[in-house]
């Protein structure tokens, strides 16, 4: 099992950039991949990058929220964090993020396939 715990959100300003960080507790961490979703007030919440436990990377570039190169993910594995780098912050991009574990290395962007879950941290980015 795996405990989650996100840190770093706040409040920045529009082109800003942020890194919020995913502390896991547990034992074999580098067994179990690790997502970053987020979910905007009266939106679903939504895919933004995975990464397994090698280093494998899985990030979303399919609309113009998620152009290539504005978010980045990574870990460490020693210390049990995994990383979500954000740059060029827009106000969309405000929401709560957090970050989800599945065991296995398979990356996958369906919230459904996660089975543990921080509690979130706010990121709001004003204009």
């Known amino acids: 099992q795996v405990q989650l715990v996100e840190s770093g959100g706040e409040l920045v300003q529009a082109g800003g950039s942020l890194r919020l960080s995913c502390a896991a507790s547990?034992?074999?961490?580098?067994?179990?991949?690790v997502g970053w979703f987020r979910q905007a007030p009266g939106k679903e919440r939504e895919f933004v990058a995975a990464?397994?436990?090698?280093?494998?990377?899985?990030?979303?570039?399919d609309s113009a929220d998620f152009v290539q190169g504005r978010f980045t993910i990574s870990r460490d594995n020693a210390r049990k964090n995994v990383y979500l780098e954000m740059n060029s912050l827009r106000p969309e991009d405000t929401a709560v993020y957090y970050c989800?574990?599945?065991?296995?290395?398979?990356?996958?962007?369906?919230?459904?396939?996660?089975?543990?879950w921080g509690q979130g941290t706010q990121v709001t980015v004003s204009s």
């Open positions: 989800a574990a599945r065991y296995g290395s398979d990356l996958s962007g369906e919230k459904n396939e996660y089975d543990y």
């Open positions: 990464i397994s436990g090698g280093g494998l990377t899985y990030v979303r570039t």
């Open positions: 547990g034992r074999a961490f580098s067994t179990y991949a």
